[in-house]
């Protein structure tokens, strides 16, 4: 780890402090060679004060379970029918994983309990079809995680439900985590599943808002993607519906996983957020110190024009910054010439931890963007040491001093960087 990096994971420590994030693991991930590791970044949250609740999947271990006992199930992940054999094996499954959860939080100083606070009623009859001992979630007690989470307990709940007369249902572990983060107002849902669940044969993209996840869902149904997989998604929409900012699919047999996507602008696996994650907005005078810091080391490798904070004070509306989860990781400014139809692209520039990510090529559609809006006939730029890339990315040509506007080449003569000077066509005149 690098400076850089730990710079970025301070970022996120105190929007985190006393959030409560909700991990679903799928069963497939608890029995996996991974597991431990991410009982050991579950240390890691609590260190740094987030309260975590784990909830479970069991569908894995049911399936061992009843091979090794010879019994055919049902249904082995809570979606579907429940006989009263299936439940029974589901109970003893379930059980046992959470039991073998707590010994592993345990045995990385974790303070850890089994929580009965899934209320359930039977799933009914669906297509006709009676689903006996399935059950869905009625109510979450919410008294109860949050007198675990005030002790720094974390609360371990299995893929199991329980009725006012004692009865006991096989609940989905999605659907168990999507009611406990809306319940609990969580700031997080996080999903860990296997690949074949978190994307495999159908990769998803690292962001997708609540329509696109929905879109996403639809053209999965078509394709035949796997059911968990749709699960996934559908019960992250609908977290997000229901006010948790971000829900997160990851495929939690990678090592770091669940830390690379909490504490990184980036992540490892796939977010679905409720707001605007990414976006390019005007900065504005608290932002001035913000821009300094992202381009300094650039002024000083001699890549951007050295720039007081009176500089940019004083064309402030020419600024814009691209941020990712309200963190400023891009610049750009868009200077106007209006009596020569001519506009000047200046301070683009990428942070090194987001460079080759696309973000650069984003900036520049987007200055020559609001050039167009603005009557601009002509881009230009100035550059010093990415002469290729504006070249190559951007389809920008060189020119020479001529070009520029009387006061604008007299403080480009007077700078004596002999900066390349590249000039790009938006539309024709006669258009």
């Given at each position: ?186 700031a997080k849902i996080i999903f860990l599943g296997a690949d074949e669940v978190v994307g495999g044969t159908h990769p998803l993209p690292r ?225």
């Amino acid at each position: 780890m690098n400076v850089s990096d730990l710079r970025e994971i301070l970022q996120y420590v105190p929007r985190f402090r006393e959030r409560i994030f909700v991990i679903a693991v799928d069963g497939t991930v608890a029995a996996s060679a991974n597991f431990p590791n991410i009982l050991l970044d579950l240390a890691v949250l609590r260190s740094l004060s987030i309260r975590v609740v784990l909830v479970h999947g069991a569908s894995h271990q049911i399936e061992e379970l009843a091979t090794k006992r010879g019994i055919k199930v049902t249904n082995s992940d809570g979606t579907g029918i429940t006989n009263e054999t299936t439940l029974e094996l589901a109970i003893d499954a379930a059980i046992r994983l959470t039991n073998s959860i707590m010994e592993g939080l345990s045995a990385v100083d974790l303070r850890a309990a089994y929580a009965n606070a899934i209320i359930a009623h039977p799933a009914g009859i669906l297509g006709g079809t009676d689903q006996l001992f399935t059950g869905r979630v009625e109510r979450v007690d919410n008294h109860a995680l949050e007198l675990l989470l005030k002790e720094g307990i974390i609360p371990v709940i299995p893929p199991l439900g329980f009725d006012g007369e004692g009865r006991t249902y096989r609940v989905n572990s999605d659907g168990i985590a999507l009611e406990v983060a809306e319940s609990l107002h969580a700031a997080k849902i996080i999903f860990l599943g296997a690949d074949e669940v978190v994307g495999g044969t159908h990769p998803l993209p690292r962001q997708l808002s609540i329509d696109e996840s929905d879109e996403m869902v639809r053209k999965l149904r078509i394709s035949g993607a796997n059911a968990g997989l749709i699960s996934k998604l559908e019960c992250s929409s609908r977290a997000c519906r229901g006010g948790v900012p971000r829900a997160h699919l990851l495929d939690g047999r990678i090592n770091e996983a669940l830390l690379t996507e909490i504490f990184s602008h980036e992540g490892s696996g796939t977010m679905i957020y409720s707001n605007e994650y990414q976006q390019i907005r005007r900065i504005f005078k608290k932002d001035v110190r913000s821009v300094m810091a992202l381009i300094r080391q650039s002024v000083e490798d001699e890549e951007i024009t050295r720039r007081t904070r009176a500089d940019i004070l004083d064309r402030i509306e020419d600024y814009w910054i691209l941020e990712i989860d309200r963190t400023p990781i891009a610049c750009v400014a868009l200077h106007t010439h209006p009596d020569q139809s001519l506009a000047e692209m200046a301070c683009l520039y990428v942070s090194k931890a987001h460079e080759n990510k696309g973000f650069g090529r984003k900036l520049m559609a987007f200055a020559e963007n609001l050039a167009k809006e603005k009557g601009m006939e002509r881009i230009y730029a100035l550059s010093t040491r990415a002469v290729n890339y504006l070249q190559q990315k951007g389809g920008f040509v060189e020119t020479d001093a001529e070009l520029l506007p009387d006061e604008r080449r007299s403080r480009y003569e007077g700078s004596r960087r002999n900066s390349k000077i590249l000039i790009k066509e938006l539309r024709s005149r006669n258009s």
